[in-house]
């Protein structure tokens, strides 16, 4: 069976483009169809000195794997011309466009999954369209409550439970509605999705010191910890809460599936740090696969051909293996 792999390069001055284009150079086991302006690829080629051969994708025809140096393409128009490394509010709509193309057709079945390279959350606010982020985007185009963001890489997977909110809102956030969802998606998908029959989850606290009974802040004991307590009641495996800065060493980390942080910056830069260029973002919980790179728009880097591959190539990787499995699954 040849999957459909649809491809948001994301912000238009970024380096998402410069490696989609370079990332085609190679065979790939799947139709991959850029959502995107085709001016935009063929111009970041040449900047880039690649030839490259744009096939108009038609749905209707069967799936049709492209030979390298070529690309799919479901032809969505910029706002304006691209200028490398230089936002433009103009193509915050583009941006947009893309990914409410990629949402709709996966919802409907055209696509297997969605890859999406990066966006400036900044210039598409900043072009009037309120915008945190594609987790929260795309729960949003396919009315899903909950949705997690976990990334992954060798050897650690980090899922959050508040994601593009301020470090003011986090404390709020975390209510034992809330953990329990999340906590169930990931243990769900942890086992449906990477084989694991009873996912082991350590759990940060929020606190300092997991909150120092209580002396350092009172969500560890107010809201976290009756929620494991309940949660393992049912059938998880959560271990936690545990201090945030010292749950991340392989003592701990060597007897469990995944971390779940209770903020972004809680959990996201150790994940980097070990990581960094050989992650990927998967979105759980939503009705269809999404992966992503680990990396922004990286906008001091486009047009140079320095950008890595290495984080957007496992996505596609990630994205249709999901999507094999799922298909076999049905
Ligand atoms: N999946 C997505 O859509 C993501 C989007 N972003 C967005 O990206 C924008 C810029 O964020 P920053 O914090 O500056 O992070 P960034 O990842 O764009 O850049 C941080 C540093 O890493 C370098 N870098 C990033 N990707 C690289 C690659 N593939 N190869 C080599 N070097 C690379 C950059 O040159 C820069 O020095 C923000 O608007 C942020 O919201 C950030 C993370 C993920
Ligand atoms: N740090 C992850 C990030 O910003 C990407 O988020 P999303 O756009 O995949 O929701």
Same mark, same amino acid.
């Given at each position: 069976?040849?999957?459909?792999?649809?491809?948001?390069?994301?912000?238009?001055?970024?380096?998402?483009?410069?490696?989609?284009?370079?990332?085609?150079? *190679?065979?790939?086991? $799947?139709?991959?169809?850029?959502?995107?302006? !085709?001016?935009? &690829?063929?111009?970041? #080629?040449?900047? /880039?000195?690649?030839?490259?051969?744009?096939?108009?994708?038609?749905?209707?025809?069967?799936?049709?794997?492209?030979?390298?140096?070529?690309?799919?393409?479901?032809?969505?128009?910029?706002?304006?011309?691209?200028?490398?490394?230089?936002?433009?509010?103009?193509?915050?709509?583009?941006?947009?466009?893309?990914?409410?193309?990629?949402?709709?057709?996966?919802?409907?079945?055209?696509?297997?999954?969605?890859?999406?390279?990066?966006?400036?959350?900044?210039?598409?606010?900043?072009?009037?369209?309120?915008?945190?982020?594609?987790?929260?985007?795309?729960?949003?185009?396919?009315?899903?409550?909950?949705?997690?963001?976990?990334?992954?890489?060798?050897?650690?997977?980090?899922?959050?439970?508040?994601? *593009?909110?301020?470090? $003011?809102?986090?404390?709020?956030?975390?209510? !034992?509605?809330? &953990?329990?969802?999340? #906590?169930?998606? /990931?243990?769900?998908?942890?086992?449906?999705?990477?084989?694991?029959?009873?996912?082991?989850?350590?759990?940060?606290?929020?606190?300092?010191?997991?909150?120092?009974?209580?002396?350092?802040?009172?969500?560890?004991?107010?809201?976290?910890?009756?929620?494991?307590?309940?949660?393992?009641?049912?059938?998880?495996?959560?271990?936690?809460?545990?201090?945030?800065?010292?749950?991340?060493?392989?003592?701990?980390?060597?007897?469990?599936?995944?971390?779940?942080?209770?903020?972004?910056?809680?959990?996201?830069?150790?994940?980097?740090?070990?990581?960094?260029?050989?992650?990927?973002?998967?979105?759980?919980?939503?009705?269809?696969?999404?992966?992503?790179?680990?990396?922004?728009?990286?906008?001091?880097?486009?047009?140079?051909?320095?950008?890595?591959?290495?984080?957007?190539?496992?996505?596609?990787?990630?994205?249709?293996?999901?999507?094999?499995?799922?298909?076999?699954?049905?």
């Amino acid at each position: 069976m040849t999957l459909r792999i649809a491809i948001t390069p994301g912000e238009p001055a970024g380096i998402g483009p410069d490696l989609l284009l370079k990332l085609i150079q *190679h065979d790939w086991p $799947a139709q991959l169809i850029a959502i995107a302006d !085709a001016k935009l &690829l063929q111009q970041r #080629a040449e900047q /880039l000195g690649l030839n490259i051969n744009l096939i108009p994708f038609d749905e209707s025809a069967a799936p049709a794997i492209a030979p390298a140096g070529s690309i799919y393409i479901h032809q969505v128009d910029l706002g304006a011309d691209v200028e490398l490394g230089v936002l433009n509010d103009a193509n915050g709509q583009y941006v947009l466009d893309t990914l409410r193309i990629a949402s709709e057709k996966n919802m409907d079945g055209t696509f297997d999954a969605v890859v999406t390279g990066p966006v400036h959350k900044g210039i598409i606010n900043q072009a009037g369209i309120s915008f945190s982020g594609h987790t929260e985007y795309f729960a949003q185009q396919s009315n899903t409550a909950d949705v997690v963001m976990m990334l992954a890489t060798e050897g650690l997977r980090v899922a959050l439970v508040t994601t *593009h909110i301020p470090l $003011a809102y986090v404390s709020r956030a975390i209510t !034992a509605e809330r &953990l329990t969802k999340v #906590a169930g998606i /990931l243990n769900h998908d942890l086992q449906t999705k990477f084989g694991i029959e009873k996912p082991r989850i350590l759990v940060c606290g929020l606190n300092p010191h997991a909150g120092e009974d209580g002396h350092l802040g009172r969500e560890e004991i107010d809201t976290i910890t009756p929620t494991i307590e309940q949660l393992n009641t049912d059938g998880m495996n959560l271990i936690g809460p545990l201090p945030a800065d010292t749950l991340f060493q392989d003592k701990y980390l060597s007897q469990a599936d995944a971390v779940l942080a209770m903020y972004h910056d809680q959990g996201l830069p150790v994940l980097k740090y070990k990581g960094f260029g050989k992650s990927v973002n998967i979105t759980l919980g939503l009705p269809f696969i999404r992966t992503s790179v680990d990396h922004g728009t990286a906008l001091d880097l486009a047009g140079t051909g320095d950008a890595e591959v290495g984080s957007f190539e496992l996505a596609i990787r990630e994205a249709i293996k999901l999507a094999h499995e799922k298909a076999q699954n049905q």
